[in-house]
């Protein structure tokens, strides 16, 4: 939906809030998404998120930053990068009606 959003607006600026931790924050920022924060996030950083996104800059959680850097050393970073590419491919197959290729 990002990669649409910004085609059709290529300006606008969207903050992703998801109950999901870092595994769909990459996928987000590869679609063009300016922020990314989970719903656990205290109330008041989104203000900051919006704050920074409207200022031109890009936003995501120090904690979230903490764990994207866990997640993307040598030994996670297939691990993750397959994991989410897989959960791509099943909710590509499930948004036409078709099982997953497994």
Not at 36 to 48: D, F, N, R
Request: charged fraction near 25%; aromatic fraction near 6%; glycine fraction near 6%.
């Amino acid at each position: 939906m990002i990669k649409t959003l910004k085609k059709d607006a290529p300006c606008l600026k969207i903050l992703v809030l998801s109950m999901h931790p870092e595994d769909r924050l990459l996928r987000a920022f590869k679609a063009g998404a300016s922020g990314y924060m989970t719903k656990e996030s205290a109330p008041e950083l989104l203000v900051t998120a919006i704050r920074r996104i409207i200022a031109g800059g890009r936003y995501i959680s120090s904690q979230l930053a903490e764990s994207l850097a866990e997640a993307l050393s040598e030994n996670k970073q297939n691990c993750l990068t397959k994991s989410i590419d897989r959960e791509y491919q099943d909710f590509c197959f499930s948004g036409t009606g078709r099982k997953s290729a497994k």
